[in-house]
């Protein structure tokens, strides 16, 4: 009995010496919760955080991770795992049949088609090369123009491109001064549009298109050097089919038919190398233009939300907290997500591609490239994290995976909506708490 208490407290000795001894996730807890206890910056608005053993298994902390944050381009997490599910290694570019001379083509909603980065030319180089006589099948695509709960007053904003069937150079305009101080624009078929107004005075220079048409208004002063701007066209059918005539350099006529169920598919590039360009610099276009993508490998029409839907109830449906998730990108205030949700969809992700580098090597990347290149430093010359970033006006997030010093695997999602300081300090604070759970942990 007497042994039996002197190994007792000599236990109890050796946990309040050496605390390390003790439950060491409760210790872990303690002080991440200190972090956001004495933070200064995080205590005037609404924060959400998750952390999550990957190799364990386990949730080490969580605070608000059930609750509901506007993800803004979070959202593309979302976007990025129903690919995954929907689509195979190469995107759909487009769905034809030939008959007799003619080769009949409908779009699949392909955002890399001719696209200023990606540059997509397989299809582009099918119907140059058909020798057939062209017929574009319009009226597969079911949405609007606009993702729902898209501010209308961003339609002059280069990150608010429409939406469109077949979309083509990113469907925007880039308008730029060349050598001799001249306004061009590109593509140069809507030269044409492109209008010096008198009466247009912008504190500085700037081009501005008529919300419901595709005229483009320049001040009448000269544009400085090096001027470039890039703005959404307005999309049509009838815009559509002009600049597949210019661009091709051939004549396509429109013609309505349903999808035939022996329609083959023209594939182009490889997935991830447009996920990748979805995800590092966050391009809503590409995000938006996925989802239809993905509608076009299920359905026979191009509808973003019937793809949400099915999403939900086939790949997402065993998630924490039910997502509202309304568009590809996160444009919208709409979506609502809890951190806790992301974090298995990130833990489902993994599961699905199985190979942890392919997974980081999409990501904005710490140091390296992406949305945080310049907010995170690498740790001698490696990074340690990789996080998709959403921000919308008083609202920042980083959702991702990181991995410490001691070589632990940490899932995370921290999330901070209804701030009215500079989104830049509330970024700060989150990449020192992060950096301090890389350094400790």
């Given at each position: 009995?007497?042994?039996?208490?002197?190994?007792?407290?000599?236990?109890?000795?050796?946990?309040?010496?050496?605390?390390?001894?003790?439950?060491?996730?409760?210790?872990?807890?303690?002080?991440?919760?200190?972090?956001?206890?004495?933070?200064?910056?995080?205590?005037?608005?609404?924060?959400?955080?998750?952390?999550?053993?990957?190799?364990?298994?386990?949730?080490?902390?969580?605070?608000?991770?059930?609750?509901?944050?506007?993800?803004?381009?979070?959202?593309?997490?979302?976007?990025?795992?129903?690919?995954?599910?929907?689509?195979?290694?190469?995107?759909?570019?487009?769905?034809?049949?030939?008959?007799?001379?003619?080769?009949?083509?409908?779009?699949?909603?392909?955002?890399?088609?001719?696209?200023?980065?990606?540059?997509?030319?397989?299809?582009?180089?099918?119907?140059?090369?058909?020798?057939?006589?062209?017929?574009?099948?319009?009226?597969s695509y079911a949405n609007d123009f606009y993702g729902n709960g898209w501010a209308w007053d961003d339609y002059n904003d280069?990150?608010?491109?429409?939406?469109?069937?077949?979309?083509?150079?990113?469907?925007?305009?880039?308008?730029?001064?060349?050598?001799?101080?001249?306004?061009?624009?590109?593509?140069?078929?809507?030269?044409?549009?492109?209008?010096?107004?008198?009466?247009?005075?912008?504190?500085?220079?700037?081009?501005?298109?008529?919300?419901?048409?595709?005229?483009?208004?320049?001040?009448?002063?000269?544009?400085?050097?090096?001027?470039?701007?890039?703005?959404?066209?307005?999309?049509?059918?009838?815009?559509?089919?002009?600049?597949?005539?210019?661009?091709?350099?051939?004549?396509?006529?429109?013609?309505?038919?349903?999808?035939?169920?022996?329609?083959?598919?023209?594939?182009?590039?490889?997935?991830?190398?447009?996920?990748?360009?979805?995800?590092?610099?966050?391009?809503?276009?590409?995000?938006?233009?996925?989802?239809?993508?993905?509608?076009?490998?299920?359905?026979?029409?191009?509808?973003?939300?019937?793809?949400?839907?099915?999403?939900?109830?086939?790949?997402?449906?065993?998630?924490?907290?039910?997502?509202?998730?309304?568009?590809?990108?996160?444009?919208?205030?709409?979506?609502?997500?809890?951190?806790r949700s992301i974090i298995a969809l990130l833990c489902k992700i993994l599961d699905e591609e199985k190979n942890d580098d392919?997974?980081?090597?999409?990501?904005?990347?710490?140091?390296?490239?992406?949305?945080?290149?310049?907010?995170?430093?690498?740790?001698?010359?490696?990074?340690?994290?990789?996080?998709?970033?959403?921000?919308?006006?008083?609202?920042?997030?980083?959702?991702?995976?990181?991995?410490?010093?001691?070589?632990?695997?940490?899932?995370?999602?921290?999330?901070?909506?209804?701030?009215?300081?500079?989104?830049?300090?509330?970024?700060?604070?989150?990449?020192?708490?992060?950096?301090?759970?890389?350094?400790?942990?």
């Open positions: 009995m007497q042994l039996k208490i002197s190994i007792i407290i000599t236990f109890t000795v050796c946990l309040f010496i050496y605390p390390g001894y003790a439950d060491a996730g409760h210790l872990k807890k303690r002080k991440i919760k200190k972090l956001f206890k004495h933070s200064q910056i995080l205590k005037d608005h609404f924060t959400g955080f998750a952390l999550y053993d990957l190799d364990n298994k386990k949730m080490i902390y969580e605070q608000n991770s059930d609750k509901y944050f506007t993800p803004a381009s979070n959202t593309k997490l979302f976007t990025w795992y129903t690919c995954l599910k929907m689509i195979g290694d190469s995107i759909p570019a487009l769905k034809y049949v030939i008959r007799g001379d003619s080769l009949i083509f409908w779009g699949t909603g392909d955002p890399s088609f001719l696209h200023s980065d990606l540059k997509g030319i397989k299809a582009f180089n099918f119907l140059k090369n058909s020798h057939k006589k062209l017929f574009f099948s319009s009226g280069y990150y608010q491109a429409e939406l469109t069937e077949r979309p083509m150079e990113d469907n925007v305009a880039l308008v730029y001064a060349d050598k001799s101080d001249s306004l061009q624009i590109k593509p140069s078929y809507l030269k044409k549009y492109l209008k010096c107004d008198s009466n247009y005075h912008p504190a500085s220079f700037r081009v501005k298109r008529d919300f419901s048409s595709n005229l483009f208004f320049y001040p009448a002063i000269n544009p400085p050097k090096n001027f470039r701007q890039e703005i959404p066209w307005k999309t049509s059918t009838l815009l559509t089919l002009a600049l597949l005539r210019d661009t091709l350099k051939d004549t396509i006529r429109e013609i309505h038919l349903p999808l035939p169920d022996n329609a083959q598919t023209l594939y182009d590039m490889p997935a991830d190398t447009v996920y990748k360009h979805m995800l590092q610099p966050s391009d809503n276009f590409i995000a938006e233009q996925l989802l239809l993508v993905c509608s076009s490998v299920k359905f026979k029409t191009l509808n973003a939300d019937s793809v949400i839907s099915y999403s939900k109830a086939h790949f997402l449906n065993d998630l924490p907290d039910v997502p509202q998730w309304v568009d590809g990108s996160g444009l919208s205030r709409q979506n609502l997500f809890t951190p392919k997974v980081h090597s999409l990501l904005p990347t710490g140091g390296m490239a992406g949305t945080i290149k310049r907010v995170y430093k690498t740790d001698n010359g490696l990074p340690f994290i990789w996080a998709k970033t959403g921000s919308l006006s008083n609202n920042y997030n980083q959702s991702g995976y990181f991995i410490t010093r001691k070589g632990k695997r940490l899932a995370f999602s921290f999330m901070n909506n209804n701030f009215v300081d500079p989104a830049g300090r509330v970024r700060d604070e989150m990449v020192k708490i992060i950096t301090y759970l890389h350094d400790t942990y």
